[in-house]
Nanobody, 122 residues
Framework: QVQLVESGGGLVQTGESLRLSCIAS????????MGWYRQAPGKQREFVAV????????NVADSVKGRFTISRDNAKNTVYLQMNSLQPEDTAVYYC???????????????WGQGTQVTVSS
């Protein structure tokens, strides 16, 4: 079993910052990538940011580029999303996801957290 637990969401005002954290635990053999997605009310889930574990390269959605930064702590199996200059349109449930294996013979699967609410008031 793989568990992802997000934390750090909340209610902030326009222009403020939040840092989301996601801890991966359980029967994880290896993690290829860690990332964040979000889903606003009435909208589809969308990609926010991803970080690859082999070289720490990152990719960030254009809508948050320059404001959001993804990073990770390999020793803690934790991924972070630093969100600065938050805007009302950033309001969403933010989901952590990892792509990894539970054993060396298993295929890579994607695992999801339960989500954490971020609300930005104008």
């Amino acid at each position: 079993q793989v568990q992802l637990v997000e934390s750090g969401g909340g209610l902030v005002q326009t222009g403020e910052s939040l840092r989301l954290s996601c801890i991966a635990s359980g029967s994880i053999f290896s993690i290829n990538a860690m990332g964040w997605y979000r889903q606003a009310p009435g909208k589809q889930r969308e990609f926010v940011a991803v970080i690859k574990t082999n070289d720490d390269s990152t990719n960030v959605a254009d809508s948050v580029k320059g404001r959001f930064t993804i990073s990770r702590d390999n020793a803690k199996n934790t991924v972070y999303l630093q969100m600065n200059s938050l805007q009302p349109e950033d309001t969403a449930v933010y989901y952590c996801a990892i792509a990894g294996r539970v054993s060396p013979t298993e295929l890579i699967h994607q695992y999801w957290g339960q989500g954490t609410q971020v609300t930005v008031s104008s």
